[in-house]
């Protein structure tokens, strides 16, 4: 649960000015909230006795502002984080108001490592912002700030050369932390119109890597959906955002369905605080794709808030969670395989017998065995994104599902959006890895010498349990991975002597995979 209550206005240094008129209103007066209208929903707290969300649900917001639905089939709880806005206004240079609303920021969470700053002012400055805070005794106390120039804008398609081009966007310029902010049409349907205000969208949220934590270079994953705005805004988007809830984030990142302008740009939690981020956008004729996945990803919340199944940074993590869903309704995204069987059982014996752990040798085992479209963020995006445009030119190469025909069918563009990292305190990210290989390359030879992040535990009341707790995997044992061993003969042998050069010369004592975080 967050440490920070914002229905309460804190003390913090006043930052802006300006001379736009600043509209104050609540959060849910107008607009979107993804595909649904913001007034179908009504603003709560955790605490709400009335409220038709699973109480597990409301358990992790206690304190913190929620959207609830005011009709059945809608997302049961989205974290608001706060319940007023500002739209359209600039700030100023003598850094006391936002349009003519005095200004604070919400309090920095004490575990946050960099914050806002100089950099960050100056970048806000250069344009018209949107923000979400609480207004209180006359002072908006802003939780999050969102450049209004960050749109989608029809252009001319300029497609890729080759599937292979969509991983080299990603990564050009250093994964693009310090770039500008720009959108490129990759498809189009010919014929289809060029006013995409309304349209219904889906969009493959990638993360990238921090600067920071040598943990956290496998970046991060998640599936949004929402309308495009009059102007081409899409801050109102839902993004289906999962992390671990059993430990407690030093950002103060919850899992939840989150507005976009909250995921991206809360002053603690937003993703591009801390990273680039990179996007592909579906723009639809038709909503139907994009709410049946909506749909569906909300029974998952429901019961990953109840502890029906846990977060795991190998088999149950953004990536795997979210891509599950996609084939679940019939998109057949095409599997990557493993990074090698074979190496995973070498490398289980020698990670269990070197840290005297089963755990450890499970845990190495978990990452070179788990299926790669599933494990990595920057795999799924890559999968997503080429099998779109494949299933979008006919060259799929497979019969059709019920829901890609769908997709085949309303999908009327298809956009890559790069979105730069805010200047801040905070060392600067880069792009997200896309194997093992590539993970061992960047992190420091000697662990000792890694950046890493402690996030203390967040232990789920047995009080709120429905049921037994899931059943967690036993370790493998040592006698079956030896004889998988004697049985590969040369080869196991080889793969062992392999892994252990290797992981003397990194020195590494755990899994030598990249978490997504």
């Not at 014996?349 to 085992?365: C, E, F, I, N, V």
């Not at 305190?425 to 960047?442: C, K, L, T």
Request: charged share 20%.
């Amino acid at each position: 649960m967050p440490k920070n209550n914002y229905f309460l206005s804190a003390a913090c240094a006043v930052l802006f000015a300006g001379n736009a008129s600043a509209a104050v209103h609540p959060a849910l007066a107008s607009g979107q909230l993804g595909l649904y209208p913001a007034a179908d929903f009504r603003l709560a707290s955790g605490q709400c006795q009335d409220c038709p969300t699973p109480r597990q649900a409301l358990w992790y917001f206690r304190d913190e502002a929620i959207a609830v639905p005011r009709a059945a089939g809608e997302p049961p709880l989205v974290w608001l984080g706060s319940p007023d806005r500002i739209d359209d206004a600039m700030l100023a240079p003598d850094g006391s108001r936002l349009g003519e609303v005095p200004l604070q920021l919400a309090p920095k969470i004490a575990s946050n490592r960099s914050w806002f700053d100089a950099h960050s002012l100056a970048f806000f400055r250069q344009r018209e912002v949107s923000a979400r805070g609480t207004m209180n005794s006359g002072v908006f106390t802003a939780r999050s700030l969102w450049p209004r120039d960050f749109v989608l804008a029809p252009s001319l398609a300029a497609p890729l050369k080759s599937q292979d081009e969509l991983a080299g966007w990603v990564q050009a310029e250093h994964g693009g932390a310090r770039s500008a902010y720009a959108t490129r049409t990759v498809w189009q349907r010919p014929g289809s119109k060029v006013a995409w205000a309304g349209k219904p969208a889906l969009a493959v949220m990638l993360n990238g890597a921090q600067g920071d934590d040598d943990e956290a270079y496998g970046g991060h994953f998640a599936i949004a959906t929402g309308r495009i705005g009059p102007q081409g805004e899409w801050s109102d988007w839902l993004v289906n955002n999962f992390y671990n809830l059993d430990s407690v984030s030093e950002k103060g990142i919850v899992a939840s369905m989150v507005p976009m302008d909250s995921y991206l740009m809360d002053l603690n939690s937003g993703q591009q605080y801390y990273r680039p981020s990179y996007m592909l956008v579906a723009v639809l004729r038709d909503a139907r794709t994009a709410a049946a996945y909506q749909s569906g990803i909300q029974d998952v919340f429901t019961h990953f808030y109840k502890h029906d199944f846990t977060y795991k940074h190998a088999a149950a993590n953004c990536a795997g969670i979210s891509i599950d869903m996609l084939r679940k309704l019939g998109w057949q995204v095409p599997q990557r395989g493993p990074t090698g069987r074979v190496t995973a059982v070498a490398a289980y014996g020698y990670m269990a017998a070197s840290d005297r752990s089963l755990q450890s040798g499970q845990k190495t085992y978990d990452y070179f065995t788990e299926e790669q479209t599933r494990l990595y963020p920057a795999v799924a995006f890559d999968a997503i994104g080429r099998d779109l445009l494949a299933l979008l030119d006919g060259q799929a190469g497979r019969t059709l599902s019920a829901y890609e025909q769908q997709l085949r069918d309303d999908v009327e563009a298809v956009v890559l959006v790069r979105i730069p990292q805010i200047p801040s305190s905070r060392a600067f990210g880069s792009a997200p890895v896309y194997s093992i290989a590539e993970y061992r390359e960047r992190v420091p030879a000697d662990r000792s010498k890694w950046q890493i992040v402690p996030t203390p535990a967040r232990p789920f009341p047995a009080a709120l349990r429905d049921g037994p707790a899931p059943a967690e995997d036993a370790p493998m044992q040592p006698l079956p991975v030896l004889g998988t061993l004697a049985g590969l003969g040369a080869a196991g042998a080889s793969a062992l002597w392999r892994l252990r050069l290797w992981l003397r010369r990194r020195k590494l004592s755990a899994a030598p995979a990249a978490r997504s975080s």
